[in-house]
C-alpha cells in the first residue's frame, strides 16, 4: 500500500515519476486564467487567518460543506472564521474522490509544512498552525505567489475597469510576478439583464463618448481595447451558456439595440442576434491584435431562485448544461476563418461529452499563427478532478496533437490553489507514462521531457506571446 501523498502521489510506473521528478515539478507556473483580484496582489495582502484564504469566495468548498446538510450561517453566513473552519474540516473526510481532497491536503503539505489528515478532530491544530504561519512575510499574498513560482497571472477584468491595481503591480519594482489582465465583455454582451442600459452608461463615461447606437458601441469598446493592449492584455474571456451563430443585418441590429437600452422585452431570437453581432466584432478585433480568444461555454447558471435571491449569483448553484453547440461554434468560427479573422482560441465546454466533439472541430481551422492555433482547454470547473483531466487529455492525444496543449489554469479565486498545476503535471505524467510503459510510445525521455515541459509551462508562454 502507498503512503497518503507521498512524493509519489498520483504517479504509478517508473516512467511516470522520472517526468514529473526530473522534467516538470520544478517549471514554472503561468496562470493564464483566474480570478483573484489584483488590489490583494498590489497591497501585498497578510490573510487573519486560514478561513479567509480558504473560504472566502470558494464555491466549490460550499457546495461540499452545504452537501454535508450544514446550515447556510456557517458557509456564507455570519457564523466566525473559526466556526466555518471547523465544519469544513469536519465535513472533509467523506469527500473521498472528490479533488477537494486532495487540493486541501496539497495546500497543507506545500505551503504549511502539514503532513497530517485534516478531519474534525485536527481542526484545531490545522487552524492554529495555519494561522501563525500565515503571519509570516513568506505567506502574504506576494510570499505565496513566489514560493509558488508563478512567472505570470492573468486575471479577469471587465472592460469599464480602470486596471489602476495593475498599474501599481506594474510600477512597483519589489513586485516579482507578472500581472496582465484579461478582456471580459460579458456585461455589453448581455443584452437581456436589467442593468443593461445602465452598463452602457457606465462605458460611455469611460470612453468619454456617447454611445446610441451599435456603431457607437463598438467605437466605445475599441477605445477600451486599446487602453487594455496598453495595459499588456494577451486574451479574452466570455462565459457564455452556449456558442451562438445568429446573424443579421445591421438594422435589425440597431432595432434591438434600441429596444434593449429601452429596457423593452426582447426574444431569444433578438438577444442571441445582438450577441452574435458583438462576439464577431470583438473576435475581428483580438485576431487584429493577436490576442487569444477564450469561450467558456455550457453553464446552467443560478438554478436555485431562493438562494439567488439570498446570497445572490457565483454561490455555488451552477450546474452542467447541455447545449448543442457543434454546429453554432463551426458556422462562427468558419465565417472569421473565410476573412481571415478568426484569432487563437481556446475553447472550453463545461459539459465533458463535448470532448470529442471538440476535438474533431480544432482540426478544422489550425493556423500558422501558433502551433495550435485553436486549442481544447483544460478541463474546466465540474471536469478539474483526475478523471476529468485523464478524459480531456485523452481524447486531445486521440484526435489532436497533444503536444501543442496549452496546459493548465486555476480558474480560482484563492491564492492557495497554485498547487492545481502540480496535480495537474502529476497527472499528465502519469497519463504519459503509462503509454510509454505500455509500449504505446517509445521511451525517448529527451522528446517526452521537453513535452512535459512544454505543456506545463513554454506552449503556455509561446502561445500567448508573453513577454517572460
Known amino acids: 500500500m502507498k503512503q497518503f501523498m507521498d512524493e509519489d502521489f498520483l504517479l ?46 470558494d464555491h ?30 469536519e465535513a472533509l473526510p467523506k469527500a473521498i474522490g472528490n479533488p477537494l481532497y486532495h487540493w486541501t491536503h496539497l495546500e497543507l503539505k506545500r505551503y504549511f509544512g502539514y503532513d497530517g489528515v485534516l478531519n474534525g478532530d485536527t481542526a484545531e491544530e490545522v487552524w492554529n498552525l495555519c494561522n501563525a504561519k500565515l503571519q509570516t512575510k513568506e505567506m502574504s499574498v506576494r510570499g505565496i505567489i513566489e514560493k509558488s513560482n508563478v512567472k505570470l497571472i492573468g486575471t479577469t ?49 469611460v470612453s468619454g463618448m456617447e454611445i446610441k447606437t451599435v456603431k457607437d458601441v463598438c467605437a ?80 446552467i447558471r443560478d438554478t436555485n431562485t431562493a438562494m439567488f435571491k439570498r446570497i445572490g449569483p457565483d454561490t455555488g448553484f451552477d450546474c452542467i448544461g447541455i447545449p448543442n453547440c457543434a454546429e453554432a461554434i463551426t458556422k462562427f468560427m468558419d465565417a472569421l476563418n473565410q476573412t481571415d479573422e478568426l484569432p487563437k482560441t481556446i475553447l472550453y465546454s463545461l459539459n465533458p461529452i463535448d470532448n470529442q466533439m471538440l476535438d474533431s472541430v480544432i482540426g478544422c481551422f489550425q493556423g500558422t499563427e501558433a502551433a495550435g492555433k485553436i486549442q481544447h482547454g483544460a478541463a474546466w470547473w465540474f471536469n478539474d478532478n483526475k478523471t476529468g483531466m485523464i478524459d480531456q487529455m485523452t481524447s486531445l492525444a486521440n484526435l489532436s496533437v497533444l503536444g501543442n496543449f496549452v496546459g493548465m489554469l486555476t480558474d480560482s479565486r484563492s491564492f492557495l490553489s497554485y498547487t492545481r498545476h502540480e496535480y495537474f503535471r502529476r497527472i499528465l505524467c502519469n497519463l504519459i507514462g503509462t503509454w510509454v510503459e505500455n509500449g504505446e510510445y517509445p521511451c525517448d525521455m529527451k522528446t517526452l521531457g521537453q513535452m512535459v515541459q512544454d505543456i506545463s509551462y513554454n506552449n503556455a508562454v509561446r502561445y500567448f506571446g508573453f513577454d517572460l
Request: net charge neutral; hydrophobic share 35%.
Open 157 to 205: 477584468d471587465d472592460p469599464i475597469d480602470s486596471l489602476k491595481w495593475h498599474k501599481a503591480i506594474k510600477e512597483d519594482s519589489t513586485c516579482k510576478v507578472k500581472v496582465v489582465p484579461t478582456w471580459r465583455p460579458d456585461k455589453i454582451m448581455n443584452i437581456e439583464k436589467p442593468t443593461f442600459a445602465e452598463y452602457v452608461s457606465s462605458l460611455a463615461k
Open 12 to 57: 504509478s510506473n517508473e516512467t511516470a515519476k522520472t517526468l514529473y521528478h526530473d522534467y516538470a515539478e520544478k517549471m514554472p507556473i503561468v496562470d493564464y486564467h483566474c480570478h483573484i483580484n489584483p488590489q490583494e496582489i498590489a497591497e501585498d495582502r497578510q490573510f487573519s487567518n486560514i478561513t479567509q484564504v480558504w473560504l472566502g469566495g
Open 60 to 89: 466549490y468548498k460550499w457546495r461540499m460543506i452545504r452537501s454535508n446538510g450544514v446550515e447556510e450561517k456557517y458557509i456564507t453566513g455570519d457564523g466566525t472564521d473559526r466556526e466555518k473552519f471547523q465544519k469544513f474540516a
Open 220 to 299: 466605445a469598446l475599441e477605445k477600451r481595447l486599446d487602453f487594455f493592449a496598453e495595459m499588456g492584455c494577451k486574451a479574452s474571456d466570455h462565459g457564455m451558456s452556449y456558442v451562438i451563430y445568429n446573424p443579421a443585418d445591421e438594422a435589425q441590429i440597431e432595432k434591438i439595440f434600441t429596444k434593449g437600452l429601452n429596457g423593452e422585452a426582447l426574444t431569444q431570437d433578438e438577444v442571441d442576434k445582438y450577441k452574435y453581432a458583438i462576439l464577431m466584432f470583438l473576435a475581428k478585433q483580438y485576431a487584429k491584435r493577436g490576442w487569444v480568444m477564450q469561450i467558456h461555454y455550457g453553464t
